[in-house]
């Protein structure tokens, strides 16, 4: 059985080494990236079931590389280094997508055991999947031979019509959390879906609207590094809602000046008629108690940080295109379930019309 593979990202030498021997000495394969840009390529490259990173790493925000790692390849499990990390920190890691922590100076037994502790959860993970995409596909075999039109129900002979309702709508709760728990496994393994991963790839659909000429320019700057595909930039809060008619963006940012209307009235409006679009706003522009809040629609948690710089306002576009992402799978998944199981769906109703919603039998 061939070694789990590791890719580590260690800044200090001493530790990487340490690291290197206790993992090899595990049995496991290292290899090792010199940068995070390297350590995303070689991630994107290939399917490490495991990845260690160091969350000290210089020059670069913690969450930003938390978001930037797991969005490489979310079907790998991620585990960062430190020399500690408070609670709050590892909560946040956790919440975005972090599988473990490791503490230096390092404990072999532990940094051992803790890893192939992930490495089985990840192998657990897929065998899991596999077996309900057997069971989906096993249960669509026999709605399609129970489908035709000679598959009849005797339903003034069989039994109590009644008991065939209940049945009917037990089965169907358990259809549906079967096919939830499928759904849900399927979206941690994204990569193994080719169609889906390359619509993950492309750039997000982004419109700006703020006071400030300079803070829009900066910001579109940065659209081809964050996979950003900026609209028109606009002027006025009516210029939104007049492009509200003809799509919906993945992320609008907006300031809280605008000539015309009220940054608030956007927001419920845009909340209203596009609920999957993520908004920025950009609030006390120019002062030094600015800050972005990042809300959307679909998800109650608003997520607010100051901006000290623009790093702090890149780290809530990662959050933003987290949301983004999830939103585009949720809508993807619930297409597919519709195509797959339109049969199924058509004949339960045809039953359940037979059977009459007082459980009495129909005839005629």
């Not at 000495?25 to 995303?40: E, M, Q």
Request: proline share 6%; net charge negative.
């Amino acid at each position: 059985m061939p070694k789990p593979a590791v890719l580590i990202l260690e800044t200090d030498k001493t530790s990487e080494r340490q690291l290197n021997d206790i993992l090899e000495s595990g049995g496991f394969d290292v290899y090792a990236a010199d940068d995070p840009r390297s350590l995303l390529q070689a991630l994107k490259a290939t399917p490490f079931p495991i990845v260690i990173v160091d969350a000290e790493t210089p020059n670069v925000p913690l969450e930003r590389l938390a978001l930037s790692v797991t969005a490489a390849r979310s079907s790998t499990s991620v585990i960062f280094t430190s020399s500690g990390l408070d609670t709050a920190t590892l909560l946040q890691l956790m919440r975005l997508g972090i599988a473990d922590h490791l503490t230096r100076p390092w404990d072999p037994a532990e940094v051992v055991a803790r890893v192939k502790a992930n490495v089985l959860r990840e192998q657990n993970a897929r065998a899991e999947l596999r077996t309900w995409k057997q069971r989906a596909r096993t249960l669509e075999m026999a709605m399609e031979r129970t489908s035709g039109s000679e598959a009849t129900i005797p339903l003034q002979t069989g039994p109590d019509p009644q008991q065939v309702l209940t049945f009917a709508r037990a089965a169907l709760d358990t259809f549906l959390d079967l096919e939830k728990q499928y759904l849900d496994l399927s979206r941690k393994h994204i990569d193994d879906d080719p169609e889906m991963a390359a619509r993950m790839r492309r750039p997000l659909t982004t419109w700006i609207c703020h006071e400030d000429p300079e803070f829009v320019r900066g910001i579109t700057s940065f659209g081809p590094k964050l996979r950003l595909d900026f609209a028109a930039p606009m002027s006025t809060g009516g210029e939104i809602l007049d492009r509200l008619s003809d799509g919906e963006p993945h992320i609008i940012l907006i300031g809280d000046s605008l000539p015309d209307i009220p940054q608030q009235l956007i927001v419920d409006t845009v909340r209203g008629q596009s609920p999957d679009s993520n908004l920025i706003l950009i609030e006390g522009w120019g002062s030094n108690t600015r800050r972005a809040v990042l809300m959307t629609g679909s998800n109650p948690e608003d997520v607010a940080r100051p901006l000290h710089n623009v790093d702090d306002l890149i780290a809530l576009i990662e959050v933003g295109r987290e949301r983004a992402w999830e939103s585009m799978l949720s809508r993807s998944f619930a297409e597919r379930f519709r195509a797959r199981h339109a049969g199924f769906l058509q004949s339960y109703a045809e039953v359940m019309r037979a059977l009459g919603e007082d459980g009495s039998t129909s005839h005629g």
